[in-house]
Structure formats: structure tokens, C-alpha cells
């Protein structure tokens, strides 16, 4: 079945760690994103990737960097910079355009972030 | 810029009885418009969409929604709640916007249906 696959689920940083957070996805969507939910919040935008080799920054990219060397691929790392990064980290990819078939997103299940 | 906005932060509602959660969007152009239904810990999930066409849509699980261009709102109904239904929904818009369809996410309304 076609998806997008996000480990590990859970994960425990300690404080000063740089972690990395996995997405992969086999829908062959060109677009992918990464997306912070606190309570409250909703989800708000951290990076996102239209093709291979590039990648732009969302409304909260400060303390986060990430890669797009796969079309299947787009890594999130949490730096120590991020001063705080507990929550819920969601991942999705969709077309890149707009059309008719556009189902907007296809979301992973998503890790959660804890720093101890 | 686009934006949503669901102006409830949750919606109580007894088993059987009809529900209605609120979505009122902004955008420049013709919008997609969206919702997404989340269970704790899970990703989101597709629920239904508009594009274009009849402004009543269905979608999974017996939802659907009008969209109504006038008032710039997509409100999501159902008209037979089920204590299954609660969770959190999402209404995000997509439009257009500096090159790129980059979508806009309300903040999410907590469902809770009684028994």
C-alpha cells in the first residue's frame, strides 16, 4: 500500500542533542512538508520540499534544517537550537500542483518529540 | 495570504443528534478547500474536499460539507453523530499564493460526542 512512513514514533532528546526525525513516503508525490502541532496551535509549517534538491522555510524553520536528497526522502533534524522542541512532529507529501485530483495531503502517523 | 478560521475550540453534541463544525476561509482566487479528522496520536486524515462543482460534498464516514462562496465558510455536517466520531478537525485551505499551493490549516476543533 501506498504512504508515507515516519519513525521512530516516539523519541527522548536530551538537552544540547541534535536529532533526526525519518519520513519516507512511496506515493511518489513530488511535495513533501513537515509540520509542528502543539495544543492549541494547530499544525504550523516548519519546512517544505516541492522537488529533489531544494527546499523552503515554513513559518517556524528556526532550530531545524532538513534535506531532500530522495524524492522518497525528507529527514527532519532538531538541532539544540530549537529551545523547544517537545511536541508532535507530522510529515506529509502531496502533488506539487493543483488540479483536480488533488486530495491535499497525505499525512505519516507522526513522531513525538520529548526532551529530558 | 490565506487564512482559516474555526472559530470553535470544541463542539459537544449527544450521540444521534446532527453536528455541525465551523470553517470560514480567506483567500485570494478560487479556493480547494479541505478537512481532516485526527484520533490521538495518529497523523490526519482525509475526510473530504472541494474543488469545484456541486457545493455539497460527501466524504468518508458519512460527513459531508457545503461550501458557500457568499459567506466564505465550509462547515462540516453530519447528520447522525456517533460516539466515534470524536476527535479533532481540521479545515485547511489551498490556494495559490507566492508560486506556490501551500496550505492553510485552521487550528482544529475537538468533536465530543455523549453517549
Known amino acids: 500500500d501506498g504512504g508515507i512512513t515516519q519513525s521512530p514514533k516516539y523519541l527522548f532528546r536530551k538537552e544540547g542533542q541534535n536529532v533526526t526525525l525519518s519520513c519516507e513516503q512511496n506515493l511518489n508525490h513530488d511535495a513533501m512538508y513537515w509540520y509542528r502541532q502543539d495544543p492549541g496551535q494547530g499544525l504550523r509549517l516548519i519546512y517544505y520540499s516541492q522537488i529533489v534538491n531544494d527546499f523552503q522555510k515554513g513559518d517556524i524553520a528556526e532550530g531545524y534544517s532538513v534535506s531532500r536528497e530522495k524524492k522518497e526522502s525528507f529527514p527532519l533534524t532538531v538541532t539544540s537550537a530549537q529551545k523547544n522542541p517537545t511536541a508532535f512532529y507530522l510529515c506529509?507529501?502531496?502533488?506539487?500542483?493543483?488540479?483536480?485530483?488533488?486530495?491535499?495531503?497525505?499525512f505519516g502517523s507522526g513522531t513525538r518529540l520529548t526532551v529530558v | 495570504a490565506q487564512s482559516v478560521a474555526q472559530p470553535e475550540d470544541q463542539v459537544n453534541v449527544a450521540e444521534g443528534n446532527p453536528l455541525t463544525v465551523k470553517c470560514t476561509y480567506s483567500?485570494?482566487?478560487?479556493?480547494?478547500l479541505f478537512w481532516y479528522v485526527q484520533y490521538p496520536n495518529r497523523g490526519l486524515q482525509f475526510l473530504l474536499k472541494?474543488?469545484?462543482?456541486?457545493?455539497l460534498v460527501k466524504g468518508s464516514y458519512g460527513f459531508e460539507a457545503e461550501f458557500n462562496k457568499s459567506q466564505t465558510s465550509f462547515h462540516l455536517k453530519k447528520p447522525s453523530a456517533l460516539v466515534s466520531d470524536s476527535a479533532l478537525y481540521f479545515c485547511?485551505?489551498?490556494?495559490?499564493?507566492?508560486?506556490?499551493?501551500?496550505?492553510?490549516f485552521g487550528r482544529g476543533t475537538s468533536l465530543i460526542v455523549h453517549p
Open positions: 485547511a485551505v489551498r490556494a495559490l499564493s507566492g508560486g506556490s499551493y501551500i496550505p492553510t
Open positions: 506529509a507529501s502531496s502533488i506539487a500542483g493543483q488540479g483536480l485530483m488533488d486530495y491535499g495531503y497525505t
Open positions: 483567500v485570494s482566487g478560487n479556493p480547494y
Open positions: 472541494y474543488i469545484t462543482g456541486d457545493n
